[in-house]
């Protein structure tokens, strides 16, 4: 804009000094028609004309050169500028690069992951999986078997050896997914309703199989836990199928999400740790036993040693002074003189 207005004053410029001079040159003309005396002033008027136009012409020059170096000048800013954003634009296409790649993956992921829960075997397979996950990172290993096998024959996705009481409590996966998404997905009323229902036909007979299979007192706990490795179905349970829930607690058959799941295995470690102190205890206090016993023994020892010590020191005593006897008589046998005659009945006696 600024560059079109800079032209648009040049050329008016030069187009009101090509008119100042042909007026001039019109006016001289006439004047010399009229008298010889104004050659000299037509002359002086060239001149005038002439230094107008060397004047214009560096004007002229001056523009041109600053014209040329804005030109110049904005079209270096514009090609950096263009550059910059040509670089912004490659690095915001290698961000959508990525970014798509990592849409298709999670695309495939997903796609694998519904594959897998239309199957009601991988279905099953995947909660025993979430399962198994979930005990590894909260419980010890000696405090778990995964597919235990009862004595009734039948096997359990999991048993928690725990102390009695309860005793070992059994935990099985379920994942009842065909009637919810059903029930999910329907738009009427009446179609929920009939889903709805054949959802919790679906959860009580899961919870009715648990609580056949899987609660023996002989051998379990008088309770077992349900796994539901989805926590939108365990909150649906929950919220909308209340007398199932009233029934499976009455059959002592636990719901637990993986959330759930998590603080009963906390619970379970802990119960699990106290049990290992108490009988750690148990242990220490035997020993602890042990040990008086044998402080006891090493006293009396003490007791009859001493007593040997007292008569020792007794018997050390009399060998003391039938020592110092013998070291007397000794004496007194080197100090006789042998030649003295009358002093032989002294010895004698």
């Known amino acids: 804009m600024n560059l079109g207005k800079l ?15 042909f007026y001039l040159i019109f006016k001289n003309r006439f004047n010399e028609k009229n008298t010889v005396n104004n050659a000299n002033d037509f002359q002086k008027n060239i001149n005038e004309i002439q230094g107008s136009i060397n004047l214009l012409t560096r004007t002229v020059e ?41 849409l298709s993956e999670l695309s495939t992921q997903v796609h694998s992951l519904k594959n897998i829960l239309s199957n009601k ?12 996950n979930l005990i590894k990172d909260s ?28 005793g070992p409590i059994c935990i099985d996966s379920k994942f009842p997914l065909e009637h919810y998404r059903a029930y999910v997905v329907a738009r009427e009323d009446y179609e929920k309703k009939e889903f709805l229902k054949k959802f919790s036909l679906s959860v009580m007979k899961h919870i009715n199989d648990i609580s056949t299979k899987y609660i023996d007192p002989s051998e379990t706990a008088d309770s ?28 002592k058959v636990y719901l637990a999400g993986p959330d759930n799941l998590m603080l009963i295995l906390n619970t379970v470690r802990a119960i699990i740790r106290d049990a290992n102190m108490n009988k750690l205890a148990g242990e220490i206090q035997i020993e602890v036993n042990k040990l008086l016993n044998d402080l006891n023994n090493l006293n009396e020892r003490f007791d009859k040693l001493d007593k ?13 002074i039938s020592q110092k006897k013998i070291y007397t008589r000794g004496n007194k046998i080197t100090s006789i003189d042998v030649d ?9 006696n």
Do not use: W
């Open 7 to 21: 032209d648009i004053i040049f050329i008016l410029i030069v187009v009101i000094l090509i008119f100042i001079i």
């Open 62 to 102: 001056d523009k041109i050169n600053n014209i040329n170096k804005n030109i110049g000048s904005s079209l270096n800013e514009q090609t950096e500028k263009t550059q910059k954003s040509l670089s912004d634009v490659k690095e915001r296409l290698a961000v959508i690069d990525r970014a798509q790649s990592n």
């Open 121 to 132: 075997q991988l279905r099953g397979a995947f909660g025993e999986v979430q399962l198994e």
């Open 139 to 166: 419980l010890p290993q000696s405090a778990y078997k995964f597919q235990y096998t009862l004595k009734n024959g039948f096997r359990v996705d999991c048993i928690v050896d725990l102390p009695y009481p309860p």
């Open 224 to 251: 077992a836990v349900m796994f539901l490795p989805s926590e939108s179905i365990y909150h649906e349970i929950n919220v909308k199928l209340p007398k199932v829930v009233d029934e499976s607690r009455l059959k």
């Open 308 to 320: 040997h010590f007292e008569l020792a020191q007794k018997d050390l005593e009399l060998a003391k």
């Open 340 to 348: 003295n005659k009358d002093n032989n009945t002294k010895v004698i």
